[in-house]
């Protein structure tokens, strides 16, 4: 910043000393402004950088209060000089609202104001204060608050220099108000509150004091928005952004996370007093009934309580256990406060399920998954044939593999199975590419298992037809596996694609059949040519006579139909002749054999007797699929 014409007198007249003084003002003001951004960036979060800024001003200027106020977003943070500790300074803050910022409103550089009367208990002042004021604008120009410097400590005029100081800081405050608090309504933002909290766990040293964590979300907000405008919705926000900063207790900090989820941090208090605060939190919400016309909304919200001196919330972040802890009490009927517990099984399998989404995330970027398979076996007379299922692994960061059942329940549960889906079935087409001609040759088919999830998307429909139409694979070579239940939930869309796929010659399998209520009664409607025995029924056919009637009248249902059929964890020698007896066609379970890498099991049919011409030919299908366990 040059040192302006105010701050060195061009009066040749002007003694040495003048002008001596007027460059080390200039020189201290430019010192100034080239290190407030360095000295304000060292405080962790948007509000303490604020009050940096102002008490970097206040002392620059030696005045005696520097207030910051934007009532739209109840945003009021103030800096006072020893002799203004007496002031009542809400009362100077109302008045600047109610007569000094409707008159200066309009003015687009900083105001020098002079008021005749002195603030009760001031000191320093003589009967008149000053006032140096400038005014915050939002994007679109309008005025929205405004940045006051008042009296100098000695109570001699402020400088020339002060309006323009005042000016830059102001906007520096913009920036840090855009960039620091929500602006709907006014309170912190995540990442400013995410850094206040992890300096609170990191106070929190021992039991003889503690911090806690209120996660909150608003029920059924998204039904106000439904119901009435977004107007609603915001409305209802900003009711609720201003109940919490009128219940909070003192020393707490408020954030809104995002949409309509909050979070209050409630510092220097037992889980008892949070949770106390928490309840009544609940009950005064429940005033904020929405009303336009005739209609009304009620509102409620929704709560998860966490110390930060509990290790569960140590090890897996406060924010993610409180949160989960709220989803409990939203799994419940909404409308209630839960506190984490590490006994609460439900919370912890949440807080596995949100590692495994991490974890689910990297794999699929990186490519971290990989496909093995396991023999499915002919077991009745005239069948020759091997088949296979492709099984999916995923690769851990330390190397370890970790199995469907242990991260296919939180794919479903955060909606990424049509991503995995997709990349499995991509995978298979790029790996068989190579070895299509041969597997051509010796009738290789293969199935892949498509979730419920990607069967409920037209868009995931068109991605497999576009791969079938590209392959030059045989249509027929092809067999996709849909779980009975998954079937019977999206029938219609079930049928259309199932239709559809056949009609390129696919085959169809149903997967887990028998496990339905209705199993019978839907399968005559499904155009299917496979049906895959639901495990449970097969593990103890040997000693269960429901489950080997059950067994047997699927069978017999297989072959009116003409369906072939397979039977799922074959594990013994008697559940295999037990099987045999009842003429089920195929068999899958570790007696059998155990998944192999895909690669290493295309390449026994690539390899030795396949090249020589002495392997014996397909003559039925072989079934692969991305199944969710193997056995």
């Not at 020098?112 to 004021?133: E, F, K, S």
């Not at 002060?162 to 913009?174: G, I, Q, S």
């Not at 855009?178 to 709907?184: E, I, K, R």
Request: hydrophobic letters at 45%; charged letters at 25%; glycine letters at 6%.
């Amino acid at each position: 910043m040059a040192a302006s014409e105010d701050a060195i007198s061009h009066n040749h007249d002007a003694t040495p000393s003048v002008l001596r003084d007027a460059l080390q003002l200039a020189n201290a003001e430019l010192e100034f402004v080239y290190n407030l951004e360095g000295r304000v960036a060292r405080e962790t979060h948007g509000k303490a950088r604020l009050t940096r800024l102002l008490g970097e001003l206040t002392r620059f200027l030696c005045t005696s209060y520097t207030v910051l106020l934007i009532p739209a977003k109840n945003i009021r943070i103030a800096v006072t000089h020893d002799n203004w500790q007496p002031v009542d300074r809400k009362m100077i803050d109302d008045r600047l609202l109610r007569d000094v910022f409707p008159a200066h409103n309009q003015s687009m550089k900083p105001v020098m104001l002079t008021i005749a009367d002195t603030p009760h208990g001031a000191r320093g002042n003589t009967g008149r204060y000053q006032l140096l004021v400038n005014i915050l604008r939002g994007s679109d120009g309008e005025a929205i608050g405004m940045l006051v410097s008042m009296c100098h400590v000695r109570g001699v005029p402020m400088t020339s220099n002060a309006p323009r100081l005042v000016a830059h800081v102001t906007r520096m405050a913009k920036r840090l108000v855009d960039g620091s608090f929500d602006p709907l309504t006014g309170l912190m933002r995540r990442d400013d509150f995410v850094a206040l909290l992890d300096a609170a766990v990191a106070e929190v040293q021992d039991d003889s004091d503690d911090h806690c964590l209120l996660f909150l979300d608003l029920d059924k907000v998204q039904v106000a928005n439904d119901t009435f405008d977004q107007r609603a919705g915001d409305e209802i926000l900003l009711r609720f952004a201003k109940l919490l900063r009128r219940t909070a207790p003192s020393g707490a900090s408020i954030a809104r996370l995002g949409a309509d989820k909050f979070a209050v941090l409630l510092r220097h208090r037992t889980l008892l007093e949070a949770l106390d605060y928490a309840e009544r939190l609940r009950d005064e919400c429940r005033s904020l009934v929405y009303l336009r016309g005739e209609q009304s909304f009620p509102v409620t919200v929704s709560g998860g309580v966490v110390s930060l001196s509990h290790p569960g919330s140590q090890n897996q972040g406060p924010i993610v256990v409180a949160r989960l802890a709220c989803a409990k009490a939203k799994d419940h009927g909404g409308d209630r406060m839960e506190c984490f517990s590490e006994a609460d099984a439900s919370i912890i399998r949440r807080v596995d399920n949100l590692e495994l989404f991490s974890k689910l995330q990297s794999a699929i970027d990186d490519k971290a998954f990989t496909l093995v398979a396991q023999p499915i076996v002919p077991i009745a007379e005239g069948n020759a044939a091997p088949h296979f299922e492709i099984l999916l692994r995923m690769n851990g960061r330390a190397g370890e593999v970790i199995l469907p059942e242990q991260f296919f329940a939180a794919a479903e549960h955060y909606r990424m199975m049509p991503r995995i889906d997709r990349h499995v079935l991509q995978t298979f087409f790029d790996t068989i590419e190579a070895l299509e001609d041969c597997l051509a040759l010796h009738e290789a088919s293969f199935a892949l298992n498509l979730s419920g999830q990607s069967l409920s998307e037209p868009a995931f429909h068109e991605f497999v037809r576009q791969l079938v139409d590209a392959s030059t694979l045989d249509a027929a070579q092809l067999c996709f596996e849909i779980t009975e239940t998954a079937a019977i939930a999206n029938r219609a869309v079930a049928m259309d694609f199932m239709q559809s796929l056949r009609s390129r010659g696919c085959r169809i399998a149903l997967d887990d059949f028998g496990a339905g209520l209705s199993s019978f009664a839907y399968l005559r409607d499904m155009p299917v040519d496979i049906l895959k025995i639901d495990g449970s029924f097969v593990q103890d056919l040997d000693r269960n006579k429901v489950s080997e009637s059950m067994v047997a009248a699927i069978a017999q249902v297989a072959r009116v139909m003409q369906l072939k059929t397979v039977a799922e964890y074959v594990e013994s020698d008697a559940v295999l002749a037990g099987l045999r007896r009842l003429g089920v066609d195929y068999g899958q379970g570790y007696l059998l054999g155990r998944p192999k890498p895909l690669s290493e099991q295309l390449n026994t049919l690539t390899d030795g007797p396949l090249l020589d011409g002495s392997w014996i030919n397909f003559t039925d299908r072989v079934v692969v699929s991305s199944a969710i366990s193997d056995n």
